[in-house]
């Protein structure tokens, strides 16, 4: 994974609003397609938040991963390795990519000095919770999503602890 640059803002946002289609057309009430716009990526690029991964000079993959995260945990937002926005482009699922992001995401958080790392996901998305859980995730709660996202009104939290190398 490379860190994203701005100028990947609109392939992030575009990976993004395709999935939330998919998961629409799917009755996964998660993400909704326009909810995440291209101008917000972009600003959170620039923070150096998102990385990508590119197969053949193509974005096939995305996460973002910042240090704290009172917007989704409240009063419980304490320093850890927040994993967001974890994408793999349909056609390359399969491969365990995603569990190669999250791996990737455990380096950066350990190399921070950080031995925690925490997730959300719909509280309502069985596959994507069992999934967490078979990563080493542990469901701490669930809670309120955040105002402007849509999809659902409920997430459930996971949080990992690192072992540092």
């Known amino acids: 994974m490379t860190p994203a640059l701005p100028a990947d803002a609109a392939a992030i946002a575009r990976l993004r609003d ?32 998102w990385f990508v ?6 974005l096939i993959a995305a996460v973002r991963l910042i240090w704290r995260d009172p917007e989704f945990w409240g009063d419980d937002d304490a320093e850890a390795g927040y994993i967001h926005g974890l994408m793999v482009a349909p056609e390359h699922r ?37 999934y967490y859980t078979a990563q080493g995730f542990t469901e701490v709660r669930e809670a309120t999503l955040p105002p402007q996202f849509h999809g659902t009104d409920r997430v459930m939290l996971y949080e990992k602890s690192l072992a540092p190398a």
């Open 18 to 49: 395709r999935l939330a289609q998919w998961m629409v057309d799917h009755g996964i009430a998660q993400w909704l397609p326009g909810e995440y716009p291209t101008a917000m990526v972009r600003a959170e690029t620039e923070r150096g938040e």
């Open 53 to 58: 991964w590119r197969e053949s000079g193509t």
């Open 94 to 130: 399969g491969g365990e990519l995603g569990a190669r992001i999250l791996a990737f995401c455990a380096e950066r958080t350990l190399a921070e000095g950080i031995v925690r790392q925490r997730l959300d996901t719909a509280a309502n998305n069985e596959v994507l919770r069992k």
